[in-house]
């Protein structure tokens, strides 16, 4: 049974950053996709980064050069690194992963919100 639990979420300044976590459990390393989406109240989800086992990333234009994904595969644990934080980055944070599967790279965000599993998500908060 695949279960994903983030963490890391908090309140940070603008122009903070900040390390979200998100701990996996029931798939393989060797073969995913998986990724980082965010939900504002009164907005809709919106993907941010995926990767996947072949170590392929995408991003999100409103958060490239200031957002990394990465999957350390020795403890099953995707991560995501926030740079130069805005007040409009606030949200709540999900990842998601699909196993048995690369990243599709013409849509991988609609991949995992059609077949991925998702976690509890991981509040981010930040002011001005």
């Known amino acids: 049974q695949v279960q994903l639990v983030e963490s890391g979420g908090g309140s940070a300044q603008a122009g903070g950053s900040m390390t979200l976590s998100c701990a996996g459990s029931?798939?393989?390393?060797?073969?995913?996709?998986m990724g980082w989406f965010r939900h504002a109240p009164g907005k809709p989800r919106e993907g941010i980064a995926t990767?996947?086992?072949?170590?392929?990333?995408t991003y999100a234009e409103i958060v490239k050069g200031r957002f990394t994904i990465f999957h350390d595969n020795t403890k099953n644990i995707l991560y995501l690194q926030m740079g130069s934080l805005k007040p409009e980055d606030s949200a709540m944070y999900y990842c998601?992963?699909?196993?048995?599967?690369?990243?599709?790279?013409?849509?991988?965000?609609?991949?995992?919100?059609?077949?991925?599993?998702w976690g509890q998500g991981t509040q981010v908060t930040v002011s001005s």
């Open positions: 990767i996947d086992s072949t170590s392929e990333e």
């Open positions: 029931g798939y393989t390393y060797l073969d995913f996709c």
């Open positions: 998601a992963v699909e196993t048995e599967a690369d990243c599709d790279d013409n849509a991988p965000f609609n991949q995992l919100a059609e077949f991925g599993h």
